[in-house]
Nanobody
Framework: QVQLVESGGGLVPPGVSLKLSCAASGSALSILRWGWYRRAPGKERELVATLSKDGVSNYGDSMKGYVTISGDNAANTVSLQMSSLKPEDTAVYYC??????????????WGQGTLVIVSS
């Protein structure tokens, strides 16, 4: 069974940087794509960034220009480096992975989410 564990969230003042991390556990997982999404209070979940197994990144409009996604496929981890955070970046951030295992075939897994609060 594949599980994702996120870390790095917390309460930060505006303007600072924060790094979120996500680790996938589970044997024989071949990752096709990582993703970070977020859900702000009262809003729909939205894309922050994705990273393909080939290293191609894609960014949603909401945080484009001040986030960077990076991954280590050998370690089954992905990170989201965020800079110059604003109060409107307050949200629960979710890690997502699409991949496959010999047992399950294609699968998609979501993490439990990590809360980021940007406030002075």
């Amino acid at each position: 069974q594949v599980q994702l564990v996120e870390s790095g969230g917390g309460l930060v003042p505006p303007g600072v940087s924060l790094k979120l991390s996500c680790a996938a556990s589970g044997s024989a997982l071949s990752i096709l794509r990582w993703g970070w999404y977020r859900r702000a209070p009262g809003k729909e979940r939205e894309l922050v960034a994705t990273l393909s197994k080939d290293g191609v990144s894609n960014y949603g409009d909401s945080m484009k220009g001040y986030v960077t996604i990076s991954g280590d496929n050998a370690a089954n981890t992905v990170s989201l480096q965020m800079s110059s955070l604003k109060p409107e970046d307050t949200a629960v951030y979710y890690c997502n992975v699409q991949g496959y295992t010999p047992k399950t075939g294609w699968l998609e897994v979501w993490g439990q989410g990590t809360l980021v609060i940007v406030s002075s």
